[in-house]
């Protein structure tokens, strides 16, 4: 399966049903360290941030409009 985009998880340290909070997040690249690296812009230094097993396929990111390096909160 080709992938472009990678989903990426965001864990910050504010507590919700006992356990932190996440976001998720598609970043249009298929290289994990790039992703982690741009979605990381977007966050707060305290946060975690991790890339996923989970590949986006090329459909999805030509729906949301993302450019090679662009990034979609979910």
């Known amino acids: 399966m080709s992938s472009d985009g990678i989903l990426v998880r965001v864990s910050s340290n504010i507590i919700v049903d006992g356990g932190p909070a996440m976001t998720f997040w598609i970043a249009a690249t298929n290289d994990p360290k790039a992703a982690e690296e741009v979605v990381r812009k977007k966050v707060s230094e305290t946060c975690l941030v991790e890339a996923t097993l989970m590949p986006v396929l090329p459909d999805t990111l030509r729906k ?11």
């Open 64 to 74: 949301l409009g993302l450019a090679r390096g662009e990034t979609w909160l979910l």
